[in-house]
C-alpha cells in the first residue's frame, strides 16, 4: 500500500520515526559527576555515536532565551526534574537530525525516572545497553565542586548539588532496577582513572556489534 491516502504531515511522522528503527541505542546513567559527559565524549571519538546530554540540550534552550528557555531556567536552578515530553521532544528532534551520520546514540542523563524510559521507548525505541556510570557520593560532590569553579553552571553549588544527588538516588537508581531485569546494565566503576574506566566502557560497546 501506498502513502497516498496520507497528509502530507503525517507521512513525515512516518518518514521520520522509521529513521530511527535501527538506531543504535545507549542509555548513559549515573549520578551528577559521576563522569557520564567525561565518558561519552571518549565513545563519540572512537565510535562515531552522538552524544545527546538532555542537560546540554536543555541548556541550550535556555541560553537562546526563548520563552520556553526561561521557564526552563527556573526549574533547573531549583535541581527539579523538567517536564518529561519537553525532554523528550529535544532529544527526538536531535536524533532526527543526525540520523543519517550516527553510528548511534548515547543518551546521557535520561532516563533519570522510570516512567521518562518508558515514555522513550513508547515514542522512539528501545535501548540496546545502558551504561551505569557508578561513582560515590562524596567523589561526585568533590568532582562537582570542582567543576563549578570553572563549568559556569547554575546548578553546580553546594547546595544544588545535594538536592540533585537526593534526586538522583531516589528517582533515577530504580531504572537501573528496571533495566537490570532486562539484562541491559552494564555498571562501570567510575572510580578509576578517566582512561580506565573507558577501558571498561569500551568493553561494554564492543559486546554490541
Ligand atoms: N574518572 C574520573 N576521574 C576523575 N575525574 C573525573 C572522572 N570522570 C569525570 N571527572 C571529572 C570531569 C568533570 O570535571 C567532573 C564531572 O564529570 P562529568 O563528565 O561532567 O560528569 P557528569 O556528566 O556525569 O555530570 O569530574
Ligand atoms: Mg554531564
Do not use: W
Not at 563519540?44 to 545527546?52: F, I, N
Not at 526534574?81 to 540520523?99: H, N, R, S
Not at 532496577?177 to 578517566?194: T, W
Amino acid at each position: 500500500m501506498g502513502l497516498g491516502c496520507l497528509s502530507k504531515s503525517a507521512v513525515a511522522v512516518l518518514k521520520t520515526d522509521d529513521k530511527l528503527k535501527d538506531a543504535k541505542i545507549v542509555f548513559v546513567v549515573g549520578g551528577p559527576g559521576s563522569g557520564k559527559g567525561t565518558q561519552c565524549e571518549k565513545i563519540v571519538a572512537k565510535y562515531g555515536y552522538t552524544h545527546l546530554s538532555s542537560g546540554d540540550l536543555l541548556r541550550a534552550e535556555v541560553a537562546s532565551g526563548s520563552e520556553r528557555g526561561k521557564q526552563l531556567q527556573a526549574i533547573m536552578q531549583k535541581g527539579e526534574l523538567v517536564p518529561l515530553d519537553t525532554v523528550l521532544d529535544m532529544i527526538k528532534e536531535a536524533m532526527i537530525a543526525k540520523a543519517d551520520v550516527s553510528k548511534g546514540y548515547l543518551i546521557d542523563g535520561y532516563p533519570r525516572e522510570v516512567k521518562q524510559g518508558e515514555e522513550f521507548e513508547k515514542k522512539i525505541g528501545a535501548p540496546a545497553l545502558l551504561l551505569y556510570v557508578d561513582a560515590k557520593a562524596e567523589t561526585m560532590v568533590k568532582r562537582l565542586m570542582k567543576r563549578g569553579e570553572t563549568s559556569g553552571r547554575a546548578d553546580d553549588n553546594e547546595e544544588t548539588i545535594k538536592k540533585r544527588l537526593d534526586l538522583y538516588y531516589k528517582a533515577t537508581e530504580p531504572v537501573i532496577a528496571y533495566y537490570e531485569k532486562r539484562g541491559i546494565v552494564r555498571k562501570i566503576n567510575s572510580e578509576l582513572p578517566v582512561d580506565e574506566v573507558f577501558a571498561i566502557v569500551e568493553k561494554a560497546i564492543d559486546e554490541l556489534k
